[in-house]
């Protein structure tokens, strides 16, 4: 019971450090975008080199208060 415990208790922390690494790379994914569209890069470009669709690019920039203004 004891080894079963540990391997729950293992996999539960697995899970918490996997979903931190997913929320860091959404957050430089977003910083990356933000960026490259203020810059100039037009959203169907953006998608087409992150292999999102213009809608997902579009609504991120929307979310984050991105302008072509920084």
Same mark, same amino acid.
């Given at each position: 019971? *004891?080894?079963?415990?540990?391997? $729950?208790? !293992?996999? *539960? +922390?697995? $899970?918490?450090?996997?979903? =931190?690494?997913?929320?860091? +790379?959404? %957050?430089? $994914? ?8 203020? !810059? ?6 953006? *998608?087409?080199?992150?292999?999102? /669709?213009?809608? =997902?690019? %579009?609504?991120? $920039? *929307?979310?984050?208060? !991105? /302008? %072509? %203004?920084?």
């Amino acid at each position: 019971m *004891a080894n079963e415990d540990n391997a $729950l208790e !293992a996999a *539960a +922390a697995a $899970l918490r450090e996997a979903q =931190e690494a997913v929320h860091t +790379a959404r %957050r430089k $994914l977003t910083a990356a975008i933000v960026t490259a569209y203020q !810059a100039g890069e037009p959203a169907a470009r953006i *998608a087409e080199r992150t292999g999102t /669709s213009v809608i =997902e690019i %579009r609504n991120l $920039l *929307a979310a984050a208060q !991105a /302008s %072509r %203004r920084a």
